[in-house]
């Protein structure tokens, strides 16, 4: 789905940072698709131009 293996360390990175991110906001959804969307923008960057 990504087109890359991601490296064990960035994976823990976006992690966090997306932890970080996501927990002291209100954000309105579940945080399952919330991180699978962004990682998959990281990974895959045409996919945040809003390319579902």
């Known amino acids: 789905m990504?087109?890359?293996?991601?490296?064990?360390?960035?994976?823990?990175?976006?992690?966090?940072m997306l932890d970080k991110e996501y927990t002291p906001r209100d954000v309105g959804e579940p945080w399952e698709p919330y991180y699978a969307e962004r990682i998959i923008a990281h990974f895959v960057p045409q996919h945040a131009h809003g390319t579902r």
Do not use: A
Request: aromatic letters at 6%; hydrophobic letters at 55%; proline letters at 7%.
């Open 2 to 16: 990504l087109g890359v293996k991601p490296v064990r360390s960035e994976l823990v990175y976006l992690l966090v």
